[in-house]
């Protein structure tokens, strides 16, 4: 509690800032329109979906955190600031996917937007038509732009490998092993949506047999269970390309040889991979109960 008083929310502008969380909402709640990079620090805007989503995420937590500080005023700026930001959103959605910004459209940032911006309110629920229609999008877009998963699916090998976005050539433009950890991750959350929101609309079940190739009729505990089964397709795909350097992971997947290459021992993969297991057992804990689990 002392450290939190002293280096994270002083309750005193003049005393440290304010405190690192008071200092930094302070700055988002006065700069969350101005131009910025995208997450892969190569382009500039002031409107990336990312970067407001997760933006959004932020002011709830903090405003949640300033109340239990006994900050209301600050709580109450926070939330009107994640107000006018959540305004602006849905006009990244062009009423197929959801797009970056209007410079980079299909690009994963999206993906990752989903899972760590998502604070379970309905704005880009898992199961939302946004969100799948963004997945379908990208599996198509990643499908047709990879040899790899071409020759992968031929083989029999379940899953799908994703990049970061369209006609991307930093060090060949190939598939990364973190975003595709993130789709897994994804598919679980949904996955576990099923089960917590109760059985999808015709509508959404298209999109899902579209996005995973799922069996028609499946609800409740079997359709989670597919869902999970196509999440661990893209755990298996990822473990096909890593299993060789002894699960290392580099960055990148050779988009034509499947072989690793670019920055070794990402620690945003194993982030991803950990956030991706965590999900995981969430799901299969709810769908098998008690049962041991296995992963391979």
Request: proline fraction near 2%.
């Amino acid at each position: 509690e002392d450290y939190v008083k002293q280096n994270l929310w002083t309750g005193d502008k003049n005393k440290n800032n304010g405190g690192a969380v008071y200092h930094d909402l302070d700055w988002v709640v006065n700069n969350w329109q101005q131009n910025g990079c995208d997450l892969w620090e190569e382009i500039q805007s002031n409107d990336f979906f990312w970067g407001r989503y997760t933006m959004r995420a932020s002011l709830e937590i903090g405003a949640q955190f300033a109340e239990k500080m006994g900050d209301k005023a600050s709580a109450d700026r926070y939330r009107g600031v994640k107000s006018d930001i959540e305004k602006t959103l849905m006009g990244h959605y062009d009423g197929g996917f959801v797009f970056e910004s209007q410079s980079r459209k299909k690009d994963s940032a999206v993906i990752e937007a989903f899972n760590v911006g998502d604070l379970d309110d309905g704005l880009f629920p898992a199961l939302g038509k946004e969100v799948l229609g963004t997945v379908i999008t990208l599996n198509e877009l990643f499908c047709n732009s990879y040899d790899i998963n071409r020759k992968d699916s031929a083989a029999g090998v379940p899953g799908i490998l994703y990049g970061r976005y369209e006609n991307d050539n930093y060090d060949g433009g190939n598939p990364w092993v973190l975003l595709s950890a993130s789709l897994a991750q994804l598919i679980y959350r949904q996955a576990g949506a099923v089960l917590s929101a109760g059985p999808p609309s015709a509508e959404i079940y298209g999109l899902l047999q579209k996005a995973y190739g799922i069996e028609a009729n499946l609800s409740g505990k079997e359709l989670a269970e597919a869902l999970l089964g196509a999440a661990d397709g893209v755990m298996l795909r990822i473990k096909k390309h890593v299993q060789d350097d002894d699960l290392h992971m580099q960055e990148q997947i050779n988009r034509d040889t499947g072989t690793q290459t670019s920055a070794k021992d990402l620690t945003w993969n194993y982030a991803n991979m950990v956030k991706a297991f965590k999900a995981r057992k969430a799901v299969a804990t709810a769908i098998f109960a008690k049962e041991k689990l296995v992963i391979v």
